[in-house]
């Protein structure tokens, strides 16, 4: 093999060396490292941290964190995160409340799906209001069955719903009080109040907000 001299990108844009960091993330589909840039990008990694400062800051600057983070990730999952970031916080999530072990993902992917979080924010409760009036004894018939089954509802509780339902329990167990904002170790589940079993729907009001705990205690009793 010929020995050559690595290449002095000096007259390369920002521009051009921001887009191919962001080549070779939609590649990937993630935030590269120095290496994975290294087998695919078009220019030394040492040209990006000269320019930028280090490899943090040019992954900044191409709107890319540096979290290992997927970067194409489907928009409802995007919206699941946003639930389950609200449910352990008992409040409206913040971007800076976007970080592991909290969030499974940083702000960047919610930029890039929606624009802005404040968007992300938006579309996630038109989301839950769409849904809300479906999950009512009034919406129960507008609900898909299998046409076998005695039940109007199907047994399982999708997150939107659950969500509704914690919302107005605010985010608390209904049995002992306990919350994920005050207690991290606290998991709280959606129940039907009268069992599936015996005949209950999935619909809001027969629904009840649970901590793991106490909703297992419920279940050895029934």
Same mark, same amino acid.
């Given at each position: 093999?010929?020995?050559? %001299?690595?290449?002095?990108?000096?007259?390369?844009?920002? =521009?051009?060396?921001?887009?191919?960091?962001?080549?070779? &993330? !939609?590649?990937?589909?993630? #935030?590269?490292?120095?290496?994975?840039?290294?087998?695919?990008?078009?220019?030394?990694?040492?040209t990006l941290t000269r320019r930028f400062g280090n490899?943090?800051?040019?992954?900044?600057?191409?709107?890319?964190?540096?979290?290992?983070?997927?970067?194409?990730?489907?928009?409802?999952? %995007?919206?699941?995160?946003?639930? =389950?970031?609200?449910?352990? @916080?008992?409040?409206?999530? +913040?971007?800076?409340? !976007?970080?592991?072990?909290?969030?499974?993902?940083?702000?960047?992917?919610?930029?890039? #799906?929606? *624009?802005?979080?404040?968007?992300?924010?938006?579309?996630?409760?038109?989301?839950?209001?769409?849904?809300? #009036?479906?999950?009512?004894? =009034?919406?129960? +018939?507008? !609900?898909?069955?299998?046409?076998?089954?005695?039940?109007?509802?199907?047994?399982?509780?999708?997150?939107?719903? +659950?969500?509704?339902?914690?919302?107005?329990?605010?985010?608390?167990?209904?049995?002992?009080?306990?919350?994920?904002?005050?207690?991290?170790?606290?998991?709280?589940?959606?129940?039907?109040?009268? &069992?599936? &079993?015996?005949?209950?729907?999935?619909? @809001? =009001?027969?629904?009840?907000? @649970?901590? #793991?705990?106490?909703?297992? *205690?419920?279940?050895? @009793?029934?």
């Open positions: 093999m010929k020995f050559e %001299l690595e290449k002095y990108n000096r007259n390369v844009t920002n =521009e051009q060396l921001i887009g191919d960091l962001k080549r070779v &993330a !939609l590649e990937i589909n993630k #935030s590269p490292t120095m290496e994975e840039y290294s087998e695919r990008g078009a220019y030394n990694c040492a490899w943090f800051k040019a992954l900044s600057a191409a709107d890319l964190s540096a979290a290992r983070s997927p970067i194409n990730v489907p928009a409802e999952e %995007l919206l699941q995160n946003i639930e =389950e970031v609200w449910t352990k @916080l008992g409040r409206q999530p +913040r971007s800076r409340d !976007l970080e592991k072990p909290l969030s499974k993902y940083t702000e960047g992917p919610y930029r890039r #799906s929606f *624009g802005t979080w404040q968007k992300a924010l938006e579309k996630f409760v038109a989301y839950i209001n769409k849904e809300e #009036s479906s999950f009512s004894e =009034e919406g129960i +018939r507008d !609900l898909k069955v299998a046409p076998a089954s005695r039940h109007k509802t199907k047994r399982d509780i999708n997150w939107r719903l +659950r969500f509704i339902a914690m919302r107005r329990d605010n985010f608390k167990c209904k049995n002992c009080g306990r919350s994920p904002a005050t207690d991290p170790t606290i998991i709280l589940h959606v129940d039907h109040i009268k &069992a599936w &079993a015996n005949g209950g729907e999935t619909v @809001l =009001e027969n629904l009840q907000t @649970l901590c #793991s705990k106490c909703n297992i *205690g419920k279940s050895d @009793l029934e």
